[in-house]
């Protein structure tokens, strides 16, 4: 039965709640002012009939002394009757005289007294009075026992028994009229609790309304008391609430708008962006969706798209450190993934392209909004720029390749003429120095043809494909090349070269351009420093390579003139150079920066002027 109620109450309607509540209160009161009112009632009741039976009693002993003392007991008798004369008679129940020896002289009974009352109550002798309720007969009273004295001694007594149950009637005669008006009064709470139990949940029973539109999409649905609660002057906690549901409505409504609109933008976007967009599965890397261009750009339709890898399109790796950007950055921050790197269309055909994605949710699902960019036509432009940057330093080599051909040559002319001139003399060769001299014209030959070589494969166009290369390996094909021509110009090159060093992601060709940069312009910065004659002559050029913290490290220093502090920020500008009109287009280092950047490298500069520069590379070791 308890638990039913609890449960009751627990599922009833906050209004009930709040009414049953205001009126089990209301009830609770009631009851603990009827009692408390009763308890007053009797408390004072009991204290007045007291009062009136012991003014009685001193009534009665007052006018009964010399009547004891004359022991005239037909007077006493009189006087006890007259005691319950009157409207008496409902309040006294009995009149007794008493001598001092406690001996009943004159009484009201009319039968004989009850042993209950004749022995009771006696007066202490300190005291002039006494109460005590006796329970004599149908009817409690309270004996109430009165001393009469004549000067300072006691002669007798007066008791005098008043009906207990003249309270019970006054009692029963006001309980009809608080019981009415406690009636009226709880009637009246209990339509007062009513009343304001509606008018407390009011706003909360139209807020649950709204929140019932709100949560089957209508966002439209307009408060009655919206009006009211805008411009009234009533500001409580329920129309705060009320105004606060308003507000986070209407913020809901902007949201939704705002969203509406963005999701506008963002199809059409997607729809008519000159660029591949594709949307994956950020766990599977599995194409979602993809916008038009992307079906044009790989010659794909929609339908071969979705669902297939985009890893099919092209390369797709994300290290760690990316996976940790996606997953702790907001959605819309874009980050490249990749640049210039290979993708293939449908058929095989491969075009360059950066990769730039950013996390986005989409049909609930974690998912990334990935854009590719075809940049063949930049990558062919910088694929030209660094060909003709490396047909320039063949140029400037030229006089020194010429000569370091010369020399095989030559040893092969006056091989081949010793040869000539014995077999027109015909003297005899012997076979020994025979063979001497065809094995020195063959190495000579061989001497020649690797020159050609390093000069076709450095000058060789090459694009931007990556592959794992040794970075000791474009630094040796470098100084095979130009390091004949540097000893000729009086300067040391040292080659302080660590070996099995991790390989890094690059090409072959592009390194050998990196190197190749750098070595010259040590060259110049060193010849520049003696024409000027300022500081140290030494003639240095030193080339280290190492591994540190998961990168190979190239650094290339020279004994040179060093660089002006105030152009050291401006040396990686394109067309920016120090150098004299004629001698430069100043695109050297602008071309090497860019390739250590493709390549995922960085170079920092240390220079003290007039001492020199160290240019140090860094390129991520491949996994």
Known sequence: MAQSLITGIKNASLKNKIFFSVTAVILLISVLIALFTRWILISTLTSELKLRGLGIGYSVAESCKSD????????????????????????????????KQDRILAHTFTSDIPEQIAAANPIDPE????????HAGKDPVYDVAVAVNEGIYRIGSVRVGLYEKHIDQLINKLRTTFVGFVSMVTLFFFIVSHLLSQYITLPITKLTRVSDEISRGSFDYQLDMEKELLHGSVKDEVRQLSLSFINMTNRIKESQAKLKESDNKYRSLFASGPNPIFVLDSATLAILSANPSAEEAYGYTKEELVGRPFTDLGPFALDDSQWTEFNTQQAGNVTTVSSKVQYFKKGGEAFFVNVHACPAPYENKHALIVATTDISEMV?????????????????????????????????KMGSEFLEMMIEKQIPIPEQECCQVVREISSQVDRA?????????????????????????????VQDIIGRQLQLQNIDVQLQLTAGLPPILAHHNHIEQV?????TNARDAINAK?????????????????????????????TGSGIDPAVKDQIFEAFFTTKKMGEGMGLGLSITNGIVEDYGGQIHIESVEGQGTTFKLSFPAAR
């Open 530 to 558: 003696v024409e000027t004659g300022m500081g140290n002559p030494q003639r240095n050029i030193i080339i280290k390579s190492y591994a540190a913290n998961d990168q190979v490290v190239v650094e290339v220093t020279d």
């Open 127 to 134: 005291s002039d009075f006494r109460i005590q309720l006796l």
């Open 515 to 519: 190197i190749f940069n750098l070595m």
């Open 449 to 477: 043809v690797d020159i050609i070589r390093r000069l076709r494969d450095f000058g060789r166009k090459t694009d931007f494909t990556k592959e794992k290369i040794l970075i000791n390996d474009p630094i040796n094909s």
């Open 68 to 99: 004891i003392l004359t022991n005239n007991i037909p007077r006493l008798t009189s006087q006890v009757f007259d005691a319950r004369l009157g409207g008496r008679r409902e309040l006294v129940g009995y009149v007794l005289i008493l001598d």
């Open 380 to 412: 062919e432009k910088d694929s030209q720029l660094i060909h003709a940057s490396k047909m320039t330093s063949l140029g400037e080599m030229s006089a020194g390749i010429a000569h370091e051909l010369n020399q095989p040559l030559n040893a092969i």
